[in-house]
């Protein structure tokens, strides 16, 4: 190829290039979509970099995606509409807008007018200031509910960061800033959109992680989509997030740690047994601590097979996949410091 062309290409390469892509799952926010898409396009006028929109509509049932397209109109904006074939949910509209970014960081946010898009331009600039894989946001004076949202979600917050051992002041805030080399690595399924930090603390350090205050809104238009009845989902995936943070690559350790715990409960029930039986010369047939000692025993041996079983099967996942123990983030070098 011509040199001149080469040179050219790339620079139109590096020109095109996404500094920032911000994603915004939908779900019937027909009234919302259109101030929030004028809002995002105000409060980026000032950004001074490349950055693109993506809007994925989880399988609205009103007017949302109609209006949404109608912003298509603006040629000055970076627009991309993602339509899901149904509803999926938060957690996966969310990972659809990642799949499809293509920025070198990525925003998320709520749809609903509640985040305020003003404040994405300084987490861009906290995060790379601060040198951080992820940086949330703390609704410090949230305008929700007292005794629904927010007493609730102080103790999500609390017990998440107490099991997780990633400490921040609010979990459940949408707003965050994303190395999208990072979140690319998590795989969001569930409802796991709420505990996205602990999932980036398994592939970076802690350390990593921060947080910053972030205006919040009353909602204006429509209804929220949560009631009190996530708190008792919460606990349910805190102990799904709990188990593959800690046993993901080493389930045996989970299911065998259980297993020698009642074996050696039913061993010491057993043997006491035995001794009041044949050295005692009481009569155990009818007693109550013989059956539990059995069925601690048989339970003992099935966790413990359970736990040989999932070793094998994450070895074989582990095999199929090609996947390394470890990832790199950067290799330095004499030639390339920065490699």
């Known amino acids: 190829m011509d040199p001149i062309l080469q040179a050219n290409r790339t620079e139109t390469v590096v020109t095109d290039a996404i500094e920032l892509s911000v994603v915004v799952p939908i779900y019937n926010e027909e009234e ?16 001074g970099r490349s950055w693109e929109l ?17 912003a298509l109109a603006d040629s000055s904006l970076r627009l991309r509409i993602v339509e899901l074939q149904r509803n999926f949910g938060q957690t996966a509209a969310m990972q659809a807008g990642i799949d499809t970014a293509t920025g070198r960081l990525i925003a998320t946010l709520d749809g609903d007018l509640q985040n305020d898009p003003r404040d ?3 987490m861009v600039a906290a995060i790379e200031e601060r040198e951080l894989d992820l940086l ?16 609730p979600s102080w103790c999500a917050n609390y017990l998440i960061g107490k099991i997780t051992g990633v400490k921040l002041h609010d979990y459940g805030c949408s707003l965050k800033i994303y190395q999208a080399s990072i979140i690319k690595q998590v795989k969001l399924m569930g409802e ?3 505990f996205i930090p602990a999932w980036v603390a398994g592939v970076v350090p802690s350390s990593r992680i921060g947080e910053m205050p972030v205006t919040h809104h009353a909602r204006q238009h429509g209804t929220s989509k949560y009631g009190i009845s996530r708190t008792f989902r919460v606990i349910l995936d805190l102990l799904s997030v709990l188990f593959f943070m800690r046993y993901k690559a080493r389930p045996g350790h989970f299911f065998g740690s259980i297993g020698l715990a009642a074996g050696a409960l039913s061993a010491l029930i057993l043997f ?20 539990v000692g059995v069925m601690l025993f048989l339970s003992s041996v099935q966790l413990i097979t359970t736990g040989i079983l999932a070793e094998m ?10 996947t390394p123990p470890y990832i ?11 490699t």
Request: net charge positive; charged share 25%; no cysteine.
């Open 32 to 47: 919302s979509i259109g101030p929030l898409v004028t809002r995002i396009r105000e409060a980026m006028a000032s950004f």
């Open 272 to 291: 006491y047994l035995f001794v009041d039986k044949f050295l005692l010369g009481n009569d155990i047939g009818a007693r109550p601590m013989l059956i």
């Open 120 to 122: 994405i331009p300084a």
């Open 328 to 338: 790199v983030r950067k290799v330095f070098s004499e030639d390339a410091p920065n």
């Open 192 to 194: 796991m959109h709420r």
């Open 136 to 151: 949330v946001g703390w609704r410090k004076n949230r305008q929700d509910g007292l005794f629904l949202r927010k007493i």
């Open 313 to 322: 099967m994450a070895r074989i996942y582990s095999g199929e996949n090609d």
């Open 54 to 70: 993506i809007l994925v509509d989880d399988g609205s049932t009103d007017a949302t995606l109609i209006n949404a397209r109608r």
